[in-house]
């Protein structure tokens, strides 16, 4: 049977690390990520996993990339500070296709911020933080359920696409109380990396394949290759033949583009008849719902899309919500990450407004419902 269970988010990603497989952690205590790392400073030894406490995240980063080549599921967890250390290794990790999740709870930055404060204001460096044009996979949960249902997500999209996944979780979800419904261990979906199934000497393990990825060996299973953050051939040699390059990027773009019906993951909540639309996602997206259950008990035609995948965004979802509702709100805190990239892909097709905060304070559901009343007074 099920186990219900009582916890935060914090707690609830540690668990659903362990569900998922996850049997290495490296990190660095960091407010407001540090109880995962001392809830699996106990839980992983008692799974027959590793905990290493490093010296800062840049060794956190690098730690969980070797013990990935390993063979072991690797996870780490941190705020912004730390995540801005991280953003070379994890690069390292992106190029070199090396499955990983990075757990990273957002704080009020930049720099030290207010370290117990919750914000948003990390999409875009999830996206962007490491240098250069690259796919990468972030998802973001909203309720403690949605913590370790996402995290084991998480393992299982990194090791089926060979690609570090972010789980972008911030201080509200971390550190909220609610129920959680652990399935049993039978019930829970875990992918776990593909495997060779030719002789070493045959194998390549950056084979250029269209919408997916070569199989991924641990080190000393005797397929021996080479790993390198330069572009690389199929064998893993650095290149600079452009017809090669061609056929890296073309392959490292494909093996997520070609996949989004797997990837994506998005709510539609009220939006039948709705008149006006939220897209919320994090801690926000809990003031949002909120706010749709108010204005519907007021006879205000709000709904409402909850994001659980940010990278790579629901284009297609946003676009077809723009041909149903006059305007598009998007709650977040930060100044404005999410609504250009929902500008973007509206077009002009209906308005777009924000309602943004960075101060470290939740936006409430009432300031929410506010701002979808004061529409019918702006000209």
Not at 91 to 96: D, N
Not at 214 to 240: I, M, N, Q, S
Not at 285 to 293: E, G, I, N, P, T
Not at 308 to 325: K, N
């Amino acid at each position: 049977m099920p186990t219900p269970a009582f916890m935060h988010g914090n707690q609830a990603v540690a668990e659903g690390a362990i569900a998922a497989g996850c049997r290495f952690y490296a990190g660095y205590p960091i407010t407001p990520s540090s109880e995962i790392a001392e809830i699996l400073s106990e839980r992983l030894p008692q799974v027959g996993g590793v905990f290493i406490q490093m010296e800062d995240e840049i060794a956190s980063m690098a730690a969980i990339v070797g013990a990935s080549l390993g063979g072991m599921k690797t996870a780490t967890a941190t705020s912004g500070p730390g995540f801005s250390l991280m953003q070379e290794n994890l690069g390292f990790a992106v190029i070199s296709e090396i499955p990983c999740v990075i757990i990273n709870v957002q704080r009020v930055g930049p720099s030290t911020g207010l370290p117990t404060r919750a914000a948003q204001g990390d999409v875009m460096q999830a996206r962007w933080g490491t240098h250069g044009d690259h796919p990468i996979i972030v998802l973001s949960p909203s309720s403690v359920q949605e913590c370790f249902d996402l995290t084991v997500r998480a393992f299982n999209l990194a090791e089926r696409f060979r690609t570090p996944v972010v789980l972008l979780s911030d201080a509200i979800v971390s550190t909220l109380r609610e129920k959680l419904v652990i399935p049993d261990a039978a019930d829970i979906a875990i992918i776990n990396r593909t495997q060779p199934n030719v002789a070493p000497d045959d194998y390549k393990p950056y084979e250029f394949l269209q919408g997916d990825v070569a199989p991924l060996p641990k080190f000393g299973d005797g397929y021996r290759f080479h790993v390198t953050g330069l572009v690389h051939t199929e064998l893993g040699y650095p290149t600079e033949d452009a017809e090669i390059i061609s056929r890296w990027w073309e392959h490292m773009s494909s093996k997520i583009e070609d996949n989004l019906d797997a990837i994506l993951d998005w709510e539609e909540i009220a939006l039948d008849d709705a008149e006006v639309a939220l897209v919320a996602y994090g801690g926000t997206a809990r003031s949002a719902l909120h706010a749709v259950s108010l204005a519907r008990e007021q006879g205000i035609k709000l709904g409402m899309i909850k994001i659980r995948t940010i990278w790579p965004f629901p284009e297609q979802a946003i676009r077809d919500l723009a041909g149903r509702v006059g305007t598009i709100i998007v709650p977040e805190l930060n100044f404005g990450q999410i609504r250009l990239e929902v500008e973007r892909i509206v077009a002009g097709r209906a308005a777009v407004r924000g309602i943004n905060r960075a101060d470290g304070i939740q936006i409430s559901p009432e300031h929410i419902l506010d701002v979808v009343r004061g529409l019918e007074r702006v000209p």
